[in-house]
């Protein structure tokens, strides 16, 4: 038995008849129950107001105390009731492996409301212990199926599966109940497609108009789901036309709308919705890659020091490339104040600063995580942002075959939160040389090569906090291809 102390966690978590036990009264249990066993107690560690669900926020508490479980600060874990957070997927696998790769002897995880104690650096505690862990996993898998099962039945029978009732088009899309209004922008939005216009010229045209999402509140009225407001994106106009719900029904199954939906109106008729889809989808254009052309556009770190608009990269059709600032989602019209700066310039001028940066680093002896661990670090997190989007998209939308889909869906997010989590723990990080960052900054075979870009975006981004840009507000006459004096920096390091 470890003689060190025992750390103890709560956090907010709904128990099984559906009653959620505060985090004081968790605490208070745990207190209790290490006294009763005679185990010194450690630090407390409480995620107040997280749950473990889809979308939920990381556990930083969490985190922390995972951390210093890695660092061999605690005895062991006090959770209170370890079915409960094995099921939140707080104790799981990973807890075995902390314990076996950081010989951790003696460390336990007790669970305070059954008075259970393993320990984890013994066989049989460890295989108990997996055992529930198990049971927990199964539990949760068991509960995603009822749930998929439940919206199956809702989609065939024509029944919308949950979400607000108010929709834009719909006063209420469960009883198929019209708004005139957004009916027949919708309709437009059709024709106008239709007859060959571009979906990117409708957005703009609606943008011009004022038309903006409605506000979408939950059923009961209490809470807002979307605060409505916002300019239609390409990307939004294009799922709303491609809504079942558009004619009557739920769901478009291999080709066939299925599922028809109470109401006797619907916002257009099938062979309109029909041949809108192929249109839709036969316009594969989308956007250029423009993330490859310019180095600081997908870093978001370039802002407008005039209106506080992003600036992204920008090809005129007359003047080699610039970063422009062209939207401000801050502002009503969405609009930035369309000043921009030479390309050329500001990308030698942010990269000449930031190998300084990290030489100066690397000489304070500054530690960072390894290179690869951190690229797959940012990997995981893009995945994670691109499956929470679809996950989103895909409630919103009646997809065929959602069930299933919002199944894998959530699984996958559950499973890169820990991937994640697991990977960005402080202990992995290393002293850099200097030598390693120049090795690192000229990675690849020259400034072109994906390799080296991808490397120096990730160096920029480590090294600055912001770059601003100042307007060019002299005289008319000359206006020197890049001034330096417009672009104001500042370093990650500086308050
Ligand atoms: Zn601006």
């Known amino acids: 038995m470890s003689d060190l102390p025992v750390a103890t966690y709560d956090r907010v978590s709904v128990s099984r008849n559906g009653r959620s036990v505060s985090c004081e009264e968790q605490h208070k249990d745990n207190a209790d129950c290490l006294n009763e066993l005679n185990l010194k107690r450690g630090a407390r560690y409480s995620d107040p107001g997280r749950k473990a669900s889809p979308g939920a926020p990381e556990r930083p508490q969490w985190n922390r105390l995972m951390d210093a479980v890695r660092a061999g600060l605690w005895g062991g874990v006090c959770v209170w009731d370890i079915d ?204 250029p890659a423009t993330d490859d052309k310019y180095l600081l556009t997908s870093l978001k770190l370039v802002t407008c020091d005039s209106c506080d608009s992003r600036m992204s990269g920008h090809s005129p059709t007359d003047r080699a490339p610039r970063y422009r600032c062209c939207y401000n989602p801050n502002n009503v019209g969405a609009k930035g104040c369309g000043q921009s700066i030479s390309a050329a310039g500001l990308e030698e001028l942010v990269q000449e600063a930031a190998l300084e940066w990290w030489i100066r680093a690397a000489r304070r002896g500054h530690h960072a995580r390894p290179m690869d661990l951190d690229q797959e670090i940012q990997h995981l997190r893009r995945r994670l942002e691109i499956v929470q989007q679809t996950y989103v998209q895909e409630l919103e939308r009646l997809a065929p075959d959602m069930h299933h889909l919002l199944t894998v869906l959530v699984n996958e997010i559950t499973r890169l939160r820990t991937e994640i989590e697991q990977r960005t723990s402080a202990n992995d990080l290393i002293k850099i040389t200097e030598a390693a960052v120049i090795g690192n900054w000229n990675i690849g075979m020259d400034d072109h090569d994906p390799a080296r870009r991808a490397n120096r975006r990730r160096m920029i981004s480590q090294a600055f906090r912001t770059i601003r840009i100042r307007r060019f507000n002299d005289g008319p006459d000359r206006r020197p291809t890049f001034d330096r004096s417009r672009v104001l920096i500042q370093l990650s390091d500086e308050g």
């Open 84 to 287: 409960r957070a094995t099921r939140d997927g707080v104790v799981g696998a990973s807890m075995c492996d902390i314990v076996g790769q950081h010989r951790l002897t003696g460390f336990r995880v007790i669970s305070a409301s059954t008075n259970e104690v393993f320990d984890l650096s013994a066989q049989e505690g460890a295989a108990a212990f997996m055992t529930r862990v198990m049971d927990g996993e199964r539990e949760v898998i068991k509960l995603r199926r009822r749930v998929a099962r439940r919206m199956r039945r809702k989609a065939k029978a024509g029944e919308t599966t949950g979400g607000p009732r108010r929709r834009f088009g719909f006063v209420d899309i469960t009883t198929g109940t019209l708004h005139a209004a957004e009916a027949a922008l919708i309709r437009e939005a059709a024709t106008r497609i239709l007859a060959g216009e571009r979906i990117g010229a409708v957005a703009r045209d609606w943008a011009e108009r004022g038309i903006t999402t409605p506000e979408i509140r939950t059923n009961d009225g209490t809470r807002i789901v979307h605060k409505g407001g916002v300019n239609f994106t390409i990307q939004a106009l294009k799922q709303q036309l491609r809504r079942p719900a558009l004619t009557g029904h739920t769901r478009f199954s291999e080709g066939v709308l299925v599922g028809r939906m109470p109401g006797e109106r619907t916002i257009l008729d099938i062979p309109t919705w029909l041949e809108l889809q192929s249109t839709l989808g036969s316009a594969r254009r989308g956007r």
